[in-house]
Nanobody, 121 residues
Framework: HVQLVESGGGSVQAGGSLRLSCVAS????????MGWFRQAPRKAPERVAI???????SYADSVKGRFTIDKDNAKNTLFLQMNSLKPEDTALYYC????????????????WGRGTQVTVS
């Protein structure tokens, strides 16, 4: 059973940085996609950044050049480095995982963490 636990959220001023972490357990897959979604109040969830088991990454246009996704396979931990934060980045950030990776990652993900709040003022 896959479990995802996020941490690292908080409140920062515009232009600041935060680094989110997601510790995953129950991962027994060699081929997978992981990533981050976010949801702001009264808005639909938005895919922020994705990384596949082969190292492929993709980013939403709104965060390209500011956010970086990476992972520590030895520690089963996923990261999201967020720089030059803007008020519009304010949202609940979710770590996601899916074992369906055949050349590309799915649009929807099977496993979600509970989220960590990021507030930029």
């Amino acid at each position: 059973h896959v479990q995802l636990v996020e941490s690292g959220g908080g409140s920062v001023q515009a232009g600041g940085s935060l680094r989110l972490s997601c510790v995953a357990s129950g991962l027994t897959y060699h081929s997978y996609c992981m990533g981050w979604f976010r949801q702001a109040p009264r808005k639909a969830p938005e895919r922020v950044a994705i990384i596949a088991s082969d190292g492929y990454t993709s980013y939403a246009d709104s965060v390209k050049g500011r956010f970086t996704i990476d992972k520590d396979n030895a520690k089963n931990t996923l990261f999201l480095q967020m720089n030059s934060l803007k008020p519009e980045d304010t949202a609940l950030y979710y770590c996601v995982f899916d074992a369906r990776f055949v050349g590309s990652c799915p649009q929807s993900f099977t496993y979600w963490g509970r989220g960590t709040q990021v507030t930029v003022s």
